[in-house]
T-cell receptor, first 115, second 111 residues
């Protein structure tokens, strides 16, 4: 069965510093990987995805993520954090080579960027 | 612009009542999903549908039902609301692309 782990409940970083939000996954086939962001009292917004191709994926708001097949990881990164990046971040995975469309989410990581 | 909307945004109901949460999307997506979000659990899949007249159970489907009579709507019904169903509920849809699009959520409180 598919699963996603986000080992950190919260990540704290100072504005201007680089940030990393960690995600590891488990699937039996090839993965489709996603990052979503949730601001307070809002739905989830799509940030970026990995389907195939380059291991470094660029997304919205200056975020990027690196797919590492050997480590089964898909960490979210940003070179310079903004206070406005403070939100809840979810990693999700779906198997690509089956007809099953289910998206499985991690438990979320709260990012807090201090001024 | 196409969108996905949920209603109501907030709902308070009593234990044992039947409650229906609405989800409407204008993308003409075939795939629609209902998730609940709880602290420490992230998002868990309740039910999903791949098209009209198709419905499937997710990992936490007990006490919930859905119906899909058209492409645009996937209402979620709590047959007899329980306090354990107090949560934030999110509807999502996905078309041919890989990513899903989420509604704004419905905060349900069962008292």
């Amino acid at each position: 069965a598919q699963s996603v782990a986000q080992p950190e409940d919260q990540v704290n970083v100072a504005e201007g510093n680089p940030l990393t939000v960690k995600c590891t996954y488990s699937v039996s086939g090839n993965p489709y990987l996603f990052w979503y962001v949730q601001y307070p009292n809002r739905g989830l917004q799509f940030l970026l995805k990995y389907i195939t191709g380059d291991n470094l994926v660029k997304g919205s708001y200056g975020f990027e993520a690196e797919f590492n097949k050997s480590q089964t990881s898909f960490h979210l990164k940003k070179p310079s954090a903004l206070v406005s990046d403070s939100a809840l971040y979810f990693c999700a995975v779906r198997e690509s080579n089956t007809g099953f469309q289910k998206l499985v989410f991690g438990t979320g990581t709260r990012l807090l960027v201090s001024p | 612009d196409a969108e996905i909307t949920q209603s109501p945004r907030h709902k308070i109901t009593e234990t044992g009542r039947q409650v229906t949460l609405a989800c409407h999307q204008t993308w003409n997506h075939n795939n629609m999903f209902w998730y609940r979000q709880d602290l420490g659990h992230g998002l868990r899949l309740i039910h999903y549908s791949y098209g009209v007249q198709d419905t499937n159970k997710g990992e936490v489907s007990d006490g919930y039902s859905v119906s899909r009579s058209n492409t645009e709507d996937l209402p979620l019904t709590l047959e007899s609301a329980a306090s354990s169903q107090t949560s934030v509920y999110f509807c999502a849809s996905r078309g041919q692309g890989s990513e899903a699009f989420f509604g704004q959520g419905t905060r349900l409180t069962v008292v």
